[in-house]
C-alpha cells in the first residue's frame, strides 16, 4: 500500500501520537478548565500482624510526606476497601484511606506519586499502596 493510499486523517493521528506529548489534546467543557491529571491513592489502614494505623501517625504521614509534596491541595476519603493478596489468595477487608490529587501532569508529579506510596509501605509495612491516575479537566 502507497502513503498516498492512506487517509490522511490516519497519518495526522499516528504524527499527533509520535509528537512529543503521547497522547491527544483533551478539551475541557468548561471555561476556565485545563487538562490535568486525577490521582487517587489507597492506603489500607490494618497493620500485619494485627492492629491499625492510629489517627496520630495517619496525620504524621499527611504532614510530613503528602502535603509537602502536593501542598497546592488534596483530599482526603475515608473509605473501606477490600483486596486478594495475590501470594494467598486470600480477600482482606479494612478500613482504608483515599486520597485524591488534581494537579499537572508531570514526570515530577509521576515521581511523586510513586514516592509516597513507597514511603507508606516501607513505615507501615504494606504490601501495595494502589494508585489510580486519569486524565482530567479542572479549574480551582
Given amino acids: 500500500m502507497s ?3 492512506i487517509p490522511r486523517f490516519v497519518v495526522l493521528l499516528a504524527a499527533l501520537l509520535l509528537s512529543g506529548s503521547g ?5 475541557c467543557p468548561l471555561a476556565g478548565q485545563k487538562p490535568m491529571l486525577v490521582a487517587q491513592l489507597f492506603f489500607g489502614q490494618g497493620v500485619p500482624h494485627g492492629g491499625d494505623i492510629s489517627a ?4 504524621s504521614f499527611l504532614r510530613y510526606d503528602v502535603t ?8 482526603v476519603f475515608d473509605a473501606y476497601g477490600q483486596w486478594r493478596d495475590p501470594k494467598t489468595m486470600h480477600i ?5 484511606k483515599v486520597i485524591e490529587i488534581v494537579t499537572d501532569d508531570t514526570p515530577d508529579v509521576h ?8 514511603r507508606y509501605r516501607a513505615r507501615f509495612h504494606q504490601q501495595s499502596v ?11
Wanted: glycine fraction near 10%; proline fraction near 7%; charged fraction near 20%.
Fill in 23 to 27: 497522547a491527544l489534546a483533551q478539551s
Fill in 92 to 96: 482482606g477487608r479494612e478500613r482504608s
Fill in 111 to 118: 515521581a511523586k506519586l510513586e514516592d509516597i506510596a513507597a
Fill in 56 to 59: 496520630t501517625q495517619w496525620q
Fill in 68 to 75: 509537602p509534596r502536593f501542598p497546592d491541595g488534596l483530599t
Fill in 3 to 5: 502513503l498516498l493510499a
Fill in 130 to 140: 494502589g494508585i489510580v491516575t486519569m486524565p482530567g479537566c479542572a479549574r480551582f
